[in-house]
């Protein structure tokens, strides 16, 4: 059964045009991660939330925010995707912050 | 900051040949190690990990990795692959830092084809 699940599997947005990934766990951890990973790349860290703590990367553009509403879910808001932001998103979490993570799927998004 | 370096972007072999893929971090304070795959099709998962102790670890499938703390390295080794292991190989780092840590940061990977 899955454990970390992301909707959509793909999301195909407009130059500019806000668009929200979903990012749900069933195992009750407490670390929930959003990484981006651009082809022939390393995922990169772009922000994460210890419960209700959010820790955000330092290069992590402003264009990119997140919300945690209960420990189950947490999204991904690109308020104004560029071209260069077609990438795939991975969700991940962990019980705690040095634990092993459990990734989803991930969320490959295309920006037209 | 820590940084992760995997030397081999693309690694080919045969069928029962040994494998070793190499991993190298930056960063002077204590940090747990890992090494996670991501089949075709697949979302990544964890290989095996490091955290303290026995600085050699077993994981699954018959990978296993040596933390040298002097080379800050960790490099991943098999020794004999099977086509099944044709993945993605990551190697990321955790540093820990003020009673917690700081998230993963990853390497670029390594594309591993195993030729039948």
């Known amino acids: 059964d899955a454990m970390v699940i992301q909707n959509p599997r793909y999301q195909v947005t407009q130059f500019g045009k806000p668009v929200t990934l979903s990012c749900s766990q069933t195992l009750n951890h407490n670390v929930m991660y959003w990484y981006q990973q651009k082809s022939s790349q390393a995922p990169k860290l772009l922000f994460h939330y210890y419960d209700k703590d959010f820790n955000n990367e330092a290069d992590t553009p402003d264009n990119f925010q997140s919300r945690r509403p209960n420990t189950s879910f947490c999204f991904l808001d690109i308020r104004s995707p560029g071209l260069g932001d077609a990438a795939m998103y991975l969700c991940a979490t962990s019980r705690t912050a040095v634990e092993k993570l459990f990734f989803g799927s991930g969320t490959q998004l295309s920006v037209l | 900051a820590q940084s992760v370096s995997q030397h081999n972007h693309h690694v080919i072999l045969s069928e029962a040949a040994s494998l070793e893929l190499g991993c190298n971090y930056s960063y002077g304070g204590t940090v747990n190690l890992f090494w996670y795959v991501q089949y075709p099709g697949q979302h990544l998962q964890l290989l095996l990990k490091y955290f303290s102790g026995d600085p050699l670890v077993k994981g699954i499938k018959g990978f296993e990795a040596e933390f040298i703390k002097s080379k800050f390295s960790f490099n991943l080794r098999k020794p004999s692959v099977q086509w099944s292991d044709t993945a993605e190989y990551f190697c990321?780092?955790?540093?820990?830092?003020?009673?917690?840590?700081?998230?993963?940061?990853f390497g670029k990977g390594t594309h591993l084809i195993i030729q039948p």
């Open positions: 990321a780092v955790n540093a820990q830092s003020g009673g917690g840590a700081d998230g993963l940061t």
